[in-house]
């Protein structure tokens, strides 16, 4: 019996062992998420969020480069959620500033028409 289950031990073991596939669609739809939120004209010294994903961007290629795919798929996934929330709080911070002007709009048609 323990003929057996030593060679099938052996073979789930070298198979936990097994790396990661390298990150590459990950690496890539993170890429494409800091393209997409420079094209708005968002830059990193303005925002903190695009900051931190273009520096986890930077470790998950670094650790590509070592064959450490877990560490760069994780660091790849949370460089492209920064950078889509980057994206998210500056399009909140047109639509704020697009509020604010209709705002001043409508008071100054309050005031035209209350001089009426």
């Given at each position: 019996m323990i003929n057996r289950t030593l060679p099938l031990l052996l073979a789930l073991g070298l198979t936990a062992c097994a790396?990661?596939?390298?990150?590459?669609?990950q690496m890539r739809l993170?890429?494409?998420a800091l393209a997409q939120t420079k094209s708005l004209g968002v830059v990193s010294?303005?925002?903190e969020s695009l900051r931190l994903a273009e520096g986890k961007f930077a470790q998950?290629?670094?650790?590509?480069?070592?064959g450490e795919n877990?560490?760069?798929?994780?660091?790849?996934?949370q460089a492209e959620l920064d950078a889509r929330l980057a994206e998210a709080e500056y399009l909140n911070g047109k639509g704020q500033e697009q509020l604010t002007e209709l705002n001043h709009r409508i008071g100054r048609l309050r005031q035209q028409l209350g001089a009426m």
């Open positions: 790396s990661d596939p390298a990150p590459t669609e993170t890429e494409q010294d303005q925002s998950a290629q670094a650790a590509m480069q070592d877990k560490q760069s798929r994780l660091l790849a996934e």
